[in-house]
């Protein structure tokens, strides 16, 4: 096998201290209270390996997001997309490397709750939301509150979170079924769901795993709305094979390829990388 | 204008059907509260309620208990204990610890004097003052169930692997307290309780005070459930058992909420055991064979687990049929239980309380 040549772009971050693209230290300011992001960089993973029974599930792979950047992953299956997510989020450790959350947040050795809790939302591939409760009560349960037993037990909406809920019902087009059990809705509504319980959630680094996947194409259409209109206050970090979704939204895409990074810019520049071509059409 | 109408009728008995229940609950709330009031007459009344229905009644509802504390952590969290006799076993000794005091007076309780020992061992110290018991009704039962569930949680077991455990767990007790050193009577248990707080424990009126208690205890889990039920912890609970993994992105702990709820449902299995000491009369190990732990689950799914009611109408079904069951044809019994269980899982998933509610939408 051929050994693949490492691109030099590829290791710079998007927002590094000469600004490339967005004022970096004017970014960082929207950041949120309590995460240090100094150097405009809201996510870092730097050689990162995670091999399980030895199959390398992701090997050296090196990673910036940029604060209030909209980032998209591509990448065959099997590239090591999910098993990236699961790094960040806490649910799988790396076998060695460097992730940090801000500058100071180390998230190899925060548990999967600390990281939620720290302001990394995550929806899954497979939308998940809690089948037996209703869409409203899905999104107060998902509300940025305090989360602890003895809060749950006294716990009451206050007129404030309730419009805030009652807001992303409306973002989102749920308005007319808050009050429908999670399970009966249609496998886009759920996905709408999910991402409405990450809105009201608040965090400040958002992993899509294929939000568009089985929605219609005004759906796709208003979620890629949505998500530029997220960036910016948000950063978001959007797994996705949906190439006219990508291209819709992206303004950096990343190519993962066996476990580590293949190319890294615009998405014409990736599209006309060599490699990246070889990769997708097996040439 | 007919499909109007059609719509009305279906508001009206929508809005009828919680009435209906709350007249059906209090109907029987007013029938237990009567049958001590209706023990004390003289037995030769036409009204009379002899002692043994009591008695059987009583027990019932302790199991009743006992069925509602496990659907709070199988209904609701998800966690399906086969152990939950344990707990009511715990209870039951702590105040058995109390009664042997108390019937043998200065001396040491009879099965010690039996075994030729001088002293009590030290954990029965203070069993004679009544508080201490009921603390230890409460703390027996509550510290097995933290240390365990901290435990089991933090290792993240779950599903099959849990239920399992548990079931070990009453085993081990079991096997514990079949021994003579443990010093709680081994396979005898305790039994011949002659007073509680200086009353005689067979005489109407104790019966019918601890008869109270119980439908005092079950009316106050009953008010905890649907509390919890209704708050925001119930949710977070419901949440846990369909996607813990979300409920963990979403910022949940859920060690506490598992922990808290685990505990909680020990206790009042704790307490119904004691409760059902003093009125049964005898408490011996048998009491954690895993076979009453698993029978306390069937009467869950039997009833309709995730709600409040259904435990309380399974463990009242079953145990209802197991009495008549074990005078008409006792050697059938085992085979009715086992066909009842395959019939429910079949054809009954939401149990009996979910056939009853489809009856009703219709």
């Given at each position: 096998?051929?050994?693949?040549?490492?691109p030099?772009f590829?290791?710079?971050?998007?927002?590094?201290?000469?600004?490339?693209?967005?004022?970096?230290?004017?970014?960082?300011?929207?950041?949120?209270?309590?995460?240090?992001?100094?150097?405009?960089?809201?996510?870092?993973?730097?050689?990162?390996?995670?091999?399980?029974?030895?199959?390398?599930?992701?090997?050296?792979?090196?990673?910036?997001?940029?604060?209030?950047?909209?980032?998209?992953?591509i990448?065959?299956?099997?590239?090591?997309?999910?098993?990236?997510?699961?790094?960040?989020?806490?649910?799988?450790?790396?076998?060695?490397?460097?992730?940090?959350?801000?500058?100071?947040?180390?998230?190899?050795?925060?548990?999967?709750?600390?990281?939620?809790?720290?302001?990394?939302?995550?929806?899954?591939?497979?939308?998940?939301?809690?089948?037996?409760?209703?869409?409203?009560?899905?999104?107060?349960?998902?509300?940025?509150?305090?989360?602890?037993?003895?809060?749950?037990?006294?716990?009451?909406?206050?007129?404030?979170?309730?419009?805030?809920?009652?807001?992303?019902?409306?973002?989102?087009?749920?308005?007319?079924?808050?009050?429908?059990?999670?399970?009966?809705?249609?496998?886009?509504?759920?996905?709408?769901?999910?991402?409405?319980?990450?809105?009201?959630?608040?965090?400040?680094?958002?992993?899509?795993?294929?939000?568009?996947?089985?929605?219609?194409?005004?759906?796709?259409?208003?979620?890629?709305?949505?998500?530029?209109?997220?960036?910016?206050?948000?950063?978001?970090?959007?797994?996705?094979?949906?190439m006219?979704?990508v291209g819709?939204?992206a303004?950096h895409v990343?190519v993962?390829?066996?476990?580590?990074?293949l190319a890294e810019g615009s998405l014409e520049q990736v599209q006309n990388d060599e490699r990246v071509i070889e990769v997708y059409l097996?040439r | 204008?007919?499909?109007?109408?059609?719509?009305?009728?279906?508001?009206?008995?929508?809005?009828?059907?919680?009435?209906?229940?709350?007249?059906?609950?209090?109907?029987?709330?007013?029938?237990?509260?009567?049958?001590?009031?209706?023990?004390?007459?003289?037995?030769?009344?036409?009204?009379?309620?002899?002692?043994?229905?009591?008695?059987?009644?009583?027990?019932?509802?302790?199991?009743?208990?006992?069925?509602?504390?496990?659907?709070?952590?199988?209904?609701?969290?998800?966690?399906?204990?086969?152990?939950?006799?344990?707990?009511?076993?715990?209870?039951?000794?702590?105040?058995?610890?109390?009664?042997?005091?108390?019937?043998?007076?200065?001396?040491?309780?009879?099965?010690?004097?039996?075994?030729?020992?001088?002293?009590?061992?030290?954990?029965?110290?203070?069993?004679?003052?009544?508080?201490?018991?009921?603390?230890?009704?409460?703390?027996?039962?509550?510290?097995?169930?933290?240390?365990?569930?901290?435990?089991?949680?933090?290792?993240?077991?779950?599903?099959?692997?849990?239920?399992?455990?548990?079931?070990?767990?009453?085993?081990?007790?079991?096997?514990?307290?079949?021994?003579?050193?443990?010093?709680?009577?081994?396979?005898?248990?305790?039994?011949?309780?002659?007073?509680?707080?200086?009353?005689?424990?067979?005489?109407?009126?104790?019966?019918?005070?601890?008869?109270?208690?119980?439908?005092?205890?079950?009316?106050?889990?009953?008010?905890?459930?649907?509390?919890?039920?209704?708050?925001?912890?119930?949710?977070?609970?419901?949440?846990?058992?369909?996607?813990?993994?979300?409920?963990?992105?979403?910022?949940?702990?859920?060690?506490?909420?598992?922990?808290?709820?685990?505990?909680?449902?020990?206790?009042?299995?704790?307490?119904?055991?004691?409760?059902?000491?003093?009125?049964?009369?005898?408490?011996?190990?048998?009491?954690?064979?895993?076979?009453?732990?698993?029978?306390?689950?069937?009467?869950?799914?039997?009833?309709?687990?995730?709600?409040?009611?259904?435990?309380?109408?399974?463990?009242?079904?079953?145990?209802?049929?197991?009495?008549?069951?074990?005078?008409?044809?006792?050697?059938?019994?085992?085979?009715?239980?086992?066909?009842?269980?395959?019939?429910?899982?079949?054809?009954?998933?939401?149990?009996?309380?979910?056939?009853?509610?489809?009856?009703?939408?219709?």
């Amino acid at each position: 096998m051929r050994a693949t040549p490492v691109p030099e772009f590829m290791l710079e971050p998007v927002f590094d201290a000469a600004g490339s693209g967005r004022d970096a230290i004017g970014a960082s300011t929207l950041a949120s209270k309590g995460l240090n992001v100094r150097h405009g960089t809201i996510l870092t993973l730097e050689d990162i390996n995670v091999s399980f029974d030895g199959f390398k599930a992701l090997t050296n792979l090196t990673l910036y997001i940029g604060v209030g950047e909209l980032r998209c992953i591509i990448g065959p299956n099997g590239a090591g997309k999910t098993t990236m997510m699961d790094v960040i989020t806490g649910k799988t450790r790396p076998d060695n490397g460097v992730a940090y959350f801000g500058e100071t947040l180390d998230l190899t050795q925060m548990s999967e709750v600390e990281i939620a809790q720290s302001g990394i939302g995550r929806k899954f591939q497979k939308p998940t939301v809690f089948e037996a409760l209703s869409v409203f009560e899905n999104l107060e349960l998902a509300q940025k509150t305090n989360k602890s037993v003895w809060a749950s037990l006294r716990a009451k909406l206050t007129g404030e979170q309730k419009d805030r809920i009652d807001e992303v019902l409306q973002t989102i087009k749920l308005d007319a079924s808050r009050q429908r059990p999670a399970g009966l809705l249609s496998h886009g509504q759920k996905q709408f769901l999910e991402i409405g319980m990450l809105l009201v959630q608040d965090p400040q680094l958002l992993l899509l795993d294929e939000p568009v996947a089985g929605m219609t194409d005004a759906e796709t259409e208003f979620t890629a709305e949505l998500f530029k209109s997220l960036a910016r206050k948000h950063s978001l970090m959007v797994v996705e094979h949906d190439m006219g979704f990508v291209g819709s939204i992206a303004d950096h895409v990343t190519v993962l390829h066996q476990g580590s990074v293949l190319a890294e810019g615009s998405l014409e520049q990736v599209q006309n990388d060599e490699r990246v071509i070889e990769v997708y059409l097996g040439r | 204008m007919n499909a109007t109408n059609q719509t009305l009728l279906a508001r009206a008995s929508a809005k009828l059907g919680p009435q209906v229940s709350i007249a059906i609950g209090l109907l029987v709330l007013a029938v237990l509260v009567a049958m001590p009031l209706l023990h004390l007459l003289p037995a030769d009344n036409a009204l009379h309620v002899s002692a043994y229905t009591l008695t059987l009644v009583g027990k019932i509802l302790c199991y009743c208990i006992v069925a509602l504390a496990l659907d709070l952590v199988w209904g609701y969290a998800g966690l399906l204990s086969l152990g939950h006799g344990l707990f009511f076993a715990l209870g039951g000794y702590a105040m058995g610890m109390y009664l042997m005091r108390e019937a043998a007076g200065d001396g040491l309780p009879a099965f010690m004097s039996f075994l030729a020992w001088t002293e009590l061992p030290w954990y029965w110290y203070g069993t004679d003052n009544f508080l201490w018991a009921m603390c230890l009704v409460v703390l027996a039962p509550g510290l097995l169930a933290l240390v365990f569930g901290f435990f089991a949680f933090r290792s993240r077991i779950k599903g099959v692997y849990f239920s399992i455990m548990t079931q070990a767990l009453t085993f081990a007790g079991m096997l514990l307290f079949f021994r003579n050193e443990t010093g709680f009577g081994g396979n005898n248990g305790f039994t011949n309780f002659r007073t509680i707080l200086g009353f005689d424990i067979t005489s109407a009126h104790t019966r019918a005070v601890l008869f109270l208690a119980t439908v005092l205890l079950l009316v106050a889990s009953l008010y905890l459930g649907w509390t919890l039920a209704r708050s925001k912890f119930g949710r977070v609970l419901t949440a846990l058992r369909d996607a813990e993994n979300r409920l963990m992105f979403c910022g949940y702990d859920p060690r506490g909420y598992k922990l808290f709820i685990w505990v909680l449902s020990a206790v009042l299995c704790g307490l119904a055991g004691a409760l059902y000491v003093p009125q049964v009369g005898i408490i011996n190990p048998s009491e954690m064979s895993p076979t009453n732990s698993i029978e306390a689950a069937v009467w869950v799914a039997l009833g309709g687990r995730g709600t409040l009611i259904g435990p309380l109408l399974g463990a009242g079904l079953v145990n209802g049929m197991k009495s008549w069951f074990t005078v008409a044809f006792p050697e059938y019994w085992l085979f009715a239980l086992g066909f009842l269980f395959i019939v429910v899982t079949l054809f009954l998933p939401k149990g009996v309380i979910g056939l009853l509610r489809k009856k009703g939408e219709q």
